[in-house]
């Protein structure tokens, strides 16, 4: 049974940093791509960004790029979402999912792309 466990989340100031942690188990971690979302209340959730865990492949979203990162570690089965210089607006439960396959261009931001689903940790911004 596979299974995704996010960690890390909670409640910062605008400016402050971030780290989420996703474990996974029960999945082959080779040839596929793990992605970060997020949704905030009565929003659709949104592709934050994907990594490939064939590699250190990534895709962001244009409103995080150059503040957030995806990293992974293999051996562990571990994604990680280091946030910096986060905003109000990043406000949101961020969740981790996987697809069966490689990250693909036009699907790493697409939530019907991604099979496995984490149960998300909440990440709230105050100003």
């Known amino acids: 049974q596979v299974q995704l466990v996010e960690s890390g989340g909670g409640s910062v100031q605008a400016g402050g940093s971030l780290r989420l942690s996703c474990s996974v188990s029960?999945?082959?971690?080779?040839?596929?791509?793990m992605g970060w979302f997020r949704q905030a209340p009565g929003k659709e959730r949104e592709g934050v960004g994907s990594?490939?865990?064939?590699?250190?492949?990534?895709y962001y979203v244009d409103s995080v790029k150059d503040r957030f990162t995806i990293s992974q570690d293999n051996a562990a089965n571990t994604v990680y979402l280091q946030m910096h210089s986060v905003k109000p607006e990043d406000t949101a439960m961020y969740y981790c999912?996987?697809?069966?396959?490689?990250?693909?261009?036009?699907?790493?931001?697409?939530?019907?792309?991604?099979?496995?689903w984490g149960q998300g940790t909440q990440v709230t911004v105050s100003s």
């Open positions: 999912a996987a697809q069966l396959n490689v990250c693909r261009f036009i699907t790493w931001n697409v939530p019907n792309a991604f099979r496995y």
């Open positions: 990594i490939s865990t064939a590699g250190n492949y990534t």
């Open positions: 029960g999945y082959t971690y080779s040839s596929k791509c």
